[in-house]
């Protein structure tokens, strides 16, 4: 029988407890400076095309440097690693926070500090992601990947909020010097911390070149985690529905900019309550099979939400598609880091940023073209079949992944 495991069981850990406090405060000033970054840009240009970039700029560092970061993380003292990328990020805070203040910031500036940021946190995910299993006990790591899970949907619910009230009461440029802030609350934990990890004990001679083959070489031959990774990859791919959003709210559901800004809040509520059911299974058994079925409800809730023309409809189907999918993510990291060996966490982590992506913006750009032809609902209908073919492939060719037990 699966030992019972509850959030405050793994939140009284000090260090992971002071890491996830410090990190939802973090997120929450990323999520300010988000906001900032997308009004000043239409602020200054008055462009869609030109505050499109911004996704652009962000973006390209994950195709770019995703598998360096990797490396990185499993060559380097991850705590360390992680001081570095939260002293950088907050001097890239500060530098937009003081353009703002003395009225001398132009939108390329903004171009540039978001690619550099984009750059830095590739480096610090998976060292971030990597650090989770060395400071809870194995049994607690599903519940600690859910809780990695509640807050960055609590920073995605709350930021943008206190964004907005930020900027229209003391200005962007303050937006910018609490995202600065808010990355030393991170650094302190990070200093504060008992547990001193230590680097990963792999191959130390090898050359940067062997430890990406290296962990390539490890993905490949893990029919699981090399799964997990084409099952996520092919539903990102095909069933990349939040893109067509803006179609679904004025178009086909006839709700306007309220409606749309519903319809992209809710599956935010929905990955909470996902991430509050498996902390609330504690270590659930049969891992592999729960993936597989909360994949499937996934690809068929896609389905259903491109037929749906009901307002009230589609948010209870956002609501579950945020919520399978927040259970989806938080059991498959929770079986990839068991899986994987600590010296290879940051690579196959790297990977799986790679796969995700490129998934995500290839799955905006097939699912745009598809539409063209299809239209949206017919695309996303595709998607959804499609999607849910990929998925019962993977259980069927990908054995190990349905007999683990984890």
Not at 33 to 47: C, F, G, K, L, R
Not at 82 to 90: E, F, G, N, S
Not at 366 to 383: C, D, K, N, S, Y
Request: hydrophobic fraction near 50%.
């Amino acid at each position: 029988m699966a030992q019972q495991v509850t959030p405050w069981q793994v939140l009284k850990q000090r260090d992971f407890g002071l890491f996830w406090a410090s990190l939802l405060f973090s997120a929450i000033g990323s999520q300010i400076s988000t906001v900032a970054i997308a009004w000043q840009v239409y602020e200054i240009t008055n462009s869609p095309f030109q505050l499109g970039l911004t996704g652009l700029f962000r973006a390209l560092p994950v195709m770019l440097l995703s598998i360096p970061g990797g490396v990185v993380a499993d060559r380097m003292d991850r705590r360390w690693l992680l001081i570095i990328t939260q002293c950088l990020a907050a001097l890239l805070a500060l530098a937009l926070a003081l353009l703002s203040y003395f009225g001398t910031v132009q939108v390329w500036h903004i171009y540039f500090v978001t690619f550099l940021s984009g750059a830095v946190g590739i480096f610090d995910s998976p060292a971030r992601t990597a650090l989770i299993p060395t400071l809870v006990r194995p049994e607690q790591l599903a519940t600690a990947y859910a809780l990695n899970i509640s807050w960055r949907q609590i920073a995605t619910l709350s930021g943008p909020f206190i964004g907005g009230v930020v900027i229209a009461t003391v200005g962007i440029s303050t937006s910018y010097f609490i995202d600065a802030l808010s990355f030393f609350s991170v650094i302190i934990c990070l200093a504060l911390m008992r547990a001193r990890p230590a680097p990963a004990s792999g191959e130390k001679k090898e050359s940067p070149l062997e430890s990406v083959r290296g962990g390539f070489n490890f993905i490949r031959d893990n029919t699981v985690i090399l799964g997990l990774m084409g099952m996520d990859t092919c539903v990102q791919f095909f069933g990349a529905y939040r893109s067509m959003m803006p179609v679904f709210a004025r178009d086909i559901l006839a709700v306007g900019p309220t409606g749309l800004g519903a319809l992209l809040g809710v599956p935010a509520f929905g990955a909470l309550a996902g991430s509050g059911i498996v902390m609330a299974a504690g270590n659930p058994k049969q891992k592999g099979r729960l993936i597989i079925g909360v994949t499937l409800i996934y690809t068929a809730g896609l389905v259903c939400f491109a037929l749906s023309r009901s307002l009230v409809l589609s948010l209870a189907i956002v609501f579950l598609l945020g919520l399978v999918d927040a259970v989806g993510e938080t059991l498959r990291d929770t079986l990839v880091q068991l899986i994987t060996p600590d010296h290879m966490r940051g690579r196959v982590k790297s990977f799986d940023q790679v796969f995700m992506s490129a998934g995500t913006y290839l799955g905006h750009a097939q699912i745009g073209t598809a539409a063209t032809f299809l239209g949206v609902p017919g695309a996303l209908v595709m998607g959804g079949c499609l999607g849910s073919a990929g998925v019962l492939l993977v259980a069927k060719y990908a054995r190990g992944l349905r007999s683990l037990d984890g």
